[in-house]
Nanobody, 127 residues
Framework: QVQLVESGGGLVLPGGSLRLSCAAS????????MGWFRQAPGKERVFVAA????????YYADSVNGRFTMSRDNAKNTVYLQMNNLKPEDTAVYYC????????????????????WGQGTQVTVSS
């Protein structure tokens, strides 16, 4: 298990940008594929983006593809989500998650594949 702490959420105008960070503890960060999920009020938690163990592969939900970019810095035990051209429908609590996978290029997309979760950070897009 790895401990995860998200930061960087806040209030932003439509069309604006935010960069979320997720800091992980432990010495085995590079063993984990990482993901971002989000949950809007009254809705299910949904997949947003994922990145492989060494950052060589990424995958995005259709709703954010072309606007969001996920990256990681294994030397800093940190994963990022750069969010551009934000829309009101992006408003949600954003969660960082880790999946302990064997393959260097594995990209988990399901809730059940992630075993560690951060506490979440609120992103509100509103005028």
């Amino acid at each position: 298990q790895v401990q995860l702490v998200e930061s960087g959420g806040g209030l932003v105008l439509p069309g604006g940008s935010l960069r979320l960070s997720c800091a992980a503890s432990g010495r085995t960060f590079s063993n984990y594929a990482m993901g971002w999920f989000r949950q809007a009020p009254g809705k299910e938690r949904v997949f947003v983006a994922a990145i492989s163990r060494r950052g060589g592969s990424t995958y995005y939900a259709d709703s954010v593809n072309g606007r969001f970019t996920m990256s990681r810095d294994n030397a800093k035990n940190t994963v990022y989500l750069q969010m551009n051209n934000l829309k009101p429908e992006d408003t949600a609590v954003y969660y960082c998650a880790a999946a302990n996978v064997l393959g260097y290029y594995d990209i988990p997309r399901l809730h059940s594949e992630y075993t560690s979760w951060g506490q979440g950070t609120q992103v509100t897009v509103s005028s």
